[in-house]
């Protein structure tokens, strides 16, 4: 008999204790996961904003050159930084930061005027104080012969280089002290005349 309940007892215990292991089990499976860290995951690249800054000013036509016409109108948009990866050290990381632009050099004289498209890069100097450089191309309307009081720009499409000083004056608005270039480097003929311009520009951000 007391074999019997003993028996009874033990069988009785291990069932107990198997229902509780499954039990501990299924509230375990039940618990949420901890959360996950949204850095964990790759981010989205930045939108590029195409008109962040808009830039307006005046320069000297082409003095090299004499068209008869010293003054120009510079009117330029620029896009935000681009997001292209690159290294951190800030002696090099300023050239995967360019910008794009769009604008026009236009002579108020109706001598030759250029619209132009590129790639502005700017390196910090020392406070508010940067030098800044663009890079890309030009279409202009100068004449495809020679004509007086004219630069025979020798083809319709050329390079553009752009380089100048600059300081911060707000967050919002900057001015450019710059000289700008263009020709085409003889690929169209073999004489290469351009026309070179000096200038300020005040550039506003939004």
Partial sequence: MRRRIGLGLGLAAASLASFLTGWAACAADLTPAPATDASEFPQAAPYVTLFQEVRAGVFDHNEIHNEGSP??????????????????????????????????????????????????????????????????????????????????MGCAVTFRESGGFGAQLTSNVDVIFSVEHVSHATFCTHINPGLTQFGVRVGYKF
Avoid: C
């Fill in 71 to 152: 003054i120009d109108v510079s009117i330029e948009t620029l896009s935000s930084t681009l997001p292209i990866p690159g290294p951190s050290n800030p002696w090099v990381s300023w050239f995967f930061q360019p910008r794009l632009n769009i604008g026009a050099m236009i002579n108020t004289g109706g001598k030759t005027s250029y619209a132009f498209t590129g790639f502005t890069w700017r390196i910090p100097i020392y406070g508010p104080i940067f030098f800044e450089g663009e890079f890309g191309g030009a279409v202009n309307n100068a004449p495809t012969h020679p004509e007086e009081n004219r630069v025979d």
